[in-house]
Structures are given as C-alpha cells and as structure tokens.
C-alpha cells in the first residue's frame, strides 16, 4: 500500500501571501499569525513574497499573477468577508472561493483560503488571533503540508517513512518549532 502524508517540514518553500487591505485590522492579524508560522516552521524570510489588494475580491487575479511566475511553491489567501450591512457579501464570499480554486488547479500550485467569511467583526476577531486561533496560522500550516505533500507525490521528497529519523525533524523538534 502506498500512503502519502503531507509534514510540516518544507524548509525550502518559497511562499507568496497574498492579503487585502480591506478590514484591515482583522487581515494584519491574519498576516501575523501567517509569518509566524512559516518561521515557526523555518521557512527563511528572503523566500516569502506578500502582495497586498484592495479586497478580497482582488485576490484570485493576483493569486494567478504570483502564481505564473513559477518561483513560488504556495500562496495563502487572506482576507476578511464580513457579512454586516452589505449585500456585497454573497458576492465576494462566493467569487473569491472559486476564484481561488480556480487558480490553484490552472496553475497546480496550492492556493490557500484564509478567508474569513464571519457574520460580524467580533466573529473575525476571534479567528484573528483571539478566542479561536488565528486563521492565518492555520493557512500557512496547510500551504506547507501541501507544499511537501504535492513534493512526495511527484517524487520531489522523500515519503514519511524515509524521513523518520532526519535532521531536520529532529532540529525542529529541539527548538521546539513542531506543533
Ligand atoms: N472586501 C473584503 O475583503 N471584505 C468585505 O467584507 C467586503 N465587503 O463586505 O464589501 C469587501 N468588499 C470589497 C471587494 O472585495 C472589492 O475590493 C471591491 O468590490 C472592488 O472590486
């Protein structure tokens, strides 16, 4: 039986990030806990690229842009949709999801949806980084493991089994950097 799992070690990943500057006391949060993690996880900070747009809508076409250069291994999406008065909700929310799917299978890089979609900006807050965790962690953990995921598959890394016993897991570990 072949097995493949996705680990959090892709020390050499170069990452995009891609951020919209609306609702932006939320989507800095987001961004934080994003960088956290990638140096929580060793990624260097010379292979980390971050764009930011006006709002979530903007962010599949600049997801694709970054994608197309072919120098990024992942991006993560970030963004806050929150429902309140507007009726633009539905909309973003809806375009931003399939925008983002849509880029990740055309250019077969993942694409990461760290958007919140919240009904009010208590909620967001909370995936932000308080009560709930921060979102843009999560996303940056999950960019990795497809990251290394996406590597075994194509033969790129070795499969768990090979890796058991290596440095680098062991390092992470030592510095206390595995979850
Ligand atoms: N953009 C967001 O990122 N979050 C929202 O909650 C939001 N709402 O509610 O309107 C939002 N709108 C802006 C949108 O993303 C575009 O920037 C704008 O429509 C211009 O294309």
């Given at each position: 039986?072949?097995?493949?799992?996705?680990?959090?070690i892709?020390?050499?990943?170069?990452?995009?990030?891609?951020?919209?500057?609306?609702?932006?006391?939320?989507?800095?949060?987001?961004?934080?806990?994003?960088?956290?993690?990638?140096?929580?996880?060793?990624?260097?900070?010379?292979?980390?690229?971050?764009?930011w747009v006006?709002?979530?809508?903007?962010?599949?076409?600049?997801?694709?842009?970054?994608?197309?250069?072919?120098?990024?291994?992942?991006?993560?999406?970030?963004?806050?949709?929150?429902?309140?008065?507007?009726?633009?909700?539905?909309?973003?929310?809806?375009?931003?999801?399939?925008?983002?799917?849509?880029?990740?299978?055309?250019?077969?890089?993942?694409?990461?949806?760290?958007i919140?979609?919240?009904?009010?900006?208590?909620?967001?807050?909370?995936?932000?980084?308080?009560?709930?965790?921060?979102?843009?962690?999560?996303?940056?953990?999950?960019?990795?493991?497809?990251?290394?995921?996406?590597?075994?598959?194509?033969?790129?890394?070795?499969?768990?089994?090979?890796?058991?016993?290596?440095?680098?897991?062991?390092?992470?570990?030592?510095?206390?950097?595995?979850?």
């Amino acid at each position: 039986m072949k097995e493949y799992k996705g680990r959090l070690i892709a020390p050499k990943a170069r990452i995009g990030i891609v951020v919209a500057r609306f609702n932006e006391l939320v989507t800095k949060s987001l961004l934080s806990g994003a960088l956290e993690a990638l140096e929580r996880f060793g990624i260097p900070q010379n292979n980390v690229t971050i764009a930011w747009v006006p709002g979530s809508f903007e962010i599949p076409l600049v997801a694709k842009q970054l994608a197309q250069t072919g120098e990024l291994d992942a991006i993560i999406c970030l963004g806050a949709v929150i429902r309140g008065a507007t009726a633009h909700f539905d909309y973003v929310a809806g375009q931003v999801a399939s925008g983002i799917t849509n880029v990740s299978l055309e250019t077969q890089i993942p694409v990461i949806f760290g958007i919140l979609t919240t009904d009010s900006i208590e909620q967001a807050i909370e995936r932000a980084g308080t009560k709930a965790g921060n979102k843009g962690f999560d996303a940056a953990q999950t960019a990795l493991e497809m990251v290394d995921l996406l590597q075994q598959i194509k033969g790129e890394s070795p499969t768990p089994h090979a890796y058991a016993t290596s440095t680098t897991t062991q390092e992470l570990s030592l510095k206390g950097k595995c979850y």
